[in-house]
């Protein structure tokens, strides 16, 4: 057997989330797993970096699988490439150690999140919008409470029963490009629809409709002072995995 | 009766372009126009600036239509962005003379077309895509033919018979933006898919496979003498009308 990893870039706006369903519901570890089986004529499981939610979208996903093919490399990603979506691109196939695990080995992962103030058309598939003017400064504030380790499990959609909740947070910041605001967050790792929870907490600081100090109490203290949604998952990206 | 006006901006790639089509094809105008019914009480015949392609995009699209109704225009808008897709948005409704028409009335067009070398799955919705390097200087050169009076019949999908398929470009070039090559193009008119024949017609300059020589032959002289293609609709953008 060879483990094989390989990145994948995704649209996800026509997806259900990354993770396989049941039911003929359209999602990109189905659609890989189903036209990889095709290519290579066996059940192929593959792993992750990171399980995005429906909408969201990868600009770096990474992902292996244990196969027994021979096919060379190029020609399989050729071949997947061409049995896929436009809007899924696979790029770098290698071949790494058996024991190399797209989830378990990976180190760090950054998520960035875009946010407009007003709707586009043009760009709504990528792009969260908040709808009117945002205070960056206090949303900006709010980032910086996240930095170092916390227990995340009020901002993500984890059971209550979740073992490790623990996420040590590295990079944590928004800025402007352009004429969008943008998150970028990395950490050793994420809970799910973490992000969207934090982008939605801090969205609803800089609407003024809550304060640094409501995110503080419900990070160190476990208190929800205020009304807690995910951002949309439209302006999300999976942008990089390092091992 | 008055007539309004308003700017429409559009994501294409879930429409079957701009024209209203029978049995329930999803269209721009058909979706405007039964929107804009529902909240009128009326039967509304929307005329539009440009009437664009399957899977083209517009930046700025204008419209106008005759209607008896004394809504404000501002809720009107609104009322007419809550019902639409969040892909459609309209804006800066107005109320015009009589005489005014979107399309006779409008002195110049333009479009933009953007195009990458190589295939990207988060782009692939509002790029084309050449899948291989392109000399940009050929294309260039092939675009500087396009200035001035030409008859453009054989770049479009319109009738042979059709009377007036004269067109005045004004502007047109190629030009790196970021990692995208665009052309742009501004003329009084356009026939029916003409940029996308101009543009496929300047690939194959840029491929090597015709010269800017075959673009003078098939102008001048009306002969074919290269395989002749449409760029793929999805990089294409109605960019601005001017009146």
């Known amino acids: 057997m060879k483990n094989i990893r390989f990145d994948v ?3 996800g706006s026509d997806f259900c989330g990354w993770q396989r369903q049941p039911g003929g519901i359209q999602t990109l570890q189905g659609e890989l797993e189903a036209q990889l089986g095709r290519i290579l004529q066996e059940n192929i499981s593959l792993t992750a970096a990171g399980r995005t ?5 990868a600009r770096l996903q990474v992902v292996n699988f244990m196969t027994g093919s021979a096919m060379e490399l190029s020609k399989m990603a050729y071949a997947l490439n061409s049995l896929l979506p ?31 103030e007003e709707p586009s058309a043009l760009r709504c598939r990528f792009t969260g919008c908040s709808k009117g003017s945002l205070d960056i ?6 980032a910086g409470l996240l930095f170092g380790e916390h227990d995340f499990l009020l901002l993500s959609k984890e059971p209550a029963d979740k073992k490790n909740t623990v996420c040590l947070i590295k990079e944590c910041e928004w800025r402007w490009e352009n004429d969008a605001i ?3 967050i990395r950490a050793n790792r994420f809970l799910r629809s973490m992000v969207r929870y934090l982008v939605g907490v801090m969205i609803a600081v800089g609407k003024g409709r809550a304060v640094p100090e409501d995110l503080r109490m419900l990070l160190d203290e476990g208190l ?4 807690l949604f995910p951002a949309e998952p439209n302006g999300l990206f999976l942008w990089d995995v390092s091992y």
């Not at 929800?224 to 009304?227: M, Q």
Request: aromatic share 16%.
């Open 53 to 57: 939610d429906k909408g969201v979208h």
């Open 9 to 11: 870039e995704y649209d």
């Open 137 to 142: 400064d206090a949303m900006q504030d709010a």
């Open 86 to 116: 436009d809007t899924v691109r696979v790029r770098n196939p290698q071949v790494v150690p058996l024991d190399f695990h797209a989830r378990f080995s990976a180190k760090e992962r950054e998520y960035r999140y875009f946010l407009l």
């Open 224 to 227: 929800l002072t205020f009304p």
């Open 182 to 184: 943008v998150f970028r």
